[in-house]
């Protein structure tokens, strides 16, 4: 039997009042976790230094894909479908990406939804060995559209200001056919009976972050195989392997909210591979692990060679940020390198001067 009079009036209350518990208890873990985040990074800020076993532990145990609460740091955090009320087709399509994420993510992507905005995600894809971006965490947010799955997933890149890739720009717009926002062939677009998210985080692994990301670029293509068009390859990735470094190092000062503990223990785990990997770009043009071998040296490649020398110091300052302390060495070691190796050219030039004005004197009557 339905309440009248005052059980009306009584129920409203009852009602407002379970719905304010229930705001509060959402506010109260969204404090929560942000008390973490603010409480983990102000170590690393401070120079706490953070248990060795405790970091390796949660970085082991990173899931690679979870439901979280706090989205306080995502882009499309106002985005218009945060006032949606969805209806249960949309839902149930967006559970089901999420069943397909959980099981098929392949290595080196981590996923993060949230329970109180099925509309957003968060994507971190680790750079492969072979390609400039190798060990580099990039990261993407994702908001799925009201009329999802007949639109595609809005993506968007932490860039930093930095253009690391043609598909992928400073303002954070990614450019890719599957996403409808560049052109393809049919089979290239989305697809709403076909595509999924999982097939946007591949593609950009596999597709975007390449080990050749120049010949991207629209009409590019043509060159591929010929020496201009590999020689300006290998320019384009030396330069993008600076900027790759230089994602690492404001990705370790301010990591996106849930991806502390990734963040932390994969820099650290990989700090000494990536200082070892910039000391061999620089003193013997080899950085076989980011997909460069330079083998002529010109003007471009030595500048950029100085540069990576130089932003050593910064790297090294960023790993002691995370807890990571004695990697000076690969400065130190570096810089001894590059000025033997300095020496040795001087020392060729000066040889083959010398053997020039032999051959020279020879013919002087």
Not at 18 to 23: V, W
Not at 254 to 282: N, W
Not at 286 to 293: A, E, R, S
């Amino acid at each position: 039997m339905l309440p009248t009079g005052n059980s009306k009036v009584t129920l409203v209350y009852v009602c407002g009042f379970l719905l304010g518990l229930k705001c509060l208890q959402i506010a109260a873990k969204h404090v929560s976790s942000l008390l973490l985040h603010k409480n983990t990074m102000a170590k690393a800020n401070e120079g706490i230094k953070l248990d060795p076993k405790e970091v390796k532990r949660k970085y082991r145990n990173f899931k690679k894909f979870d439901v979280v609460e706090d989205y306080s740091d995502h882009h499309f955090l106002k985005s218009k479908s945060s006032w949606w009320q969805p209806p249960k087709k949309w839902t149930k399509k967006i559970q089901e990406e999420w069943r397909i994420l959980k099981r098929d993510l392949p290595d080196m992507i981590y996923v993060r939804v949230y329970e109180g905005r099925m509309d957003l995600l968060r994507a971190v894809i680790i750079g492969v060995e072979g390609t400039p971006y190798n060990d580099g965490l990039f990261f993407f947010d994702v908001c799925f559209p009201k009329n999802y799955p007949n639109e595609p997933p809005q993506v968007y890149y932490h860039s930093g200001g930095l253009r690391i890739n043609p598909n992928l720009y400073t303002s954070g717009d990614v450019c890719l056919s599957l996403l409808n926002t560049w052109h393809g062939s049919k089979n290239e677009k989305w697809t709403p009976t076909i595509s999924t998210m999982l097939q946007v985080l591949v593609s950009m692994q596999g597709m975007v972050l390449n080990a050749k990301p120049y010949f991207n670029e629209p009409g590019y293509e043509a060159s591929r195989g010929s020496a201009s068009g590999e020689n300006l390859a290998l320019e384009y990735n030396q330069r993008t392997l600076i900027y790759s470094l230089k994602t690492m190092v404001y990705t370790m000062k301010k990591p996106p909210k849930h991806f502390e503990d990734l963040v932390i223990g994969h820099f650290r785990d990989r700090a000494s591979g990536i200082l070892t990997m910039c000391r061999d770009y620089y003193t013997k043009g080899l950085g076989v692990k980011c997909g460069i071998v330079v083998t002529t040296e010109t003007a471009t490649s030595q500048d950029n060679k100085k540069e990576v020398e130089g932003y050593m110091k910064t790297l090294v300052g960023a790993f002691k940020h995370i807890g990571l302390e004695d990697r000076e060495e690969f400065v130190a070691e570096g810089e001894a390198k590059a000025e033997n190796l300095t020496l040795q050219l001087q020392k060729k030039k000066k040889k083959k001067k010398n053997l020039g004005q032999k051959i020279l004197s020879c013919f002087v009557i």
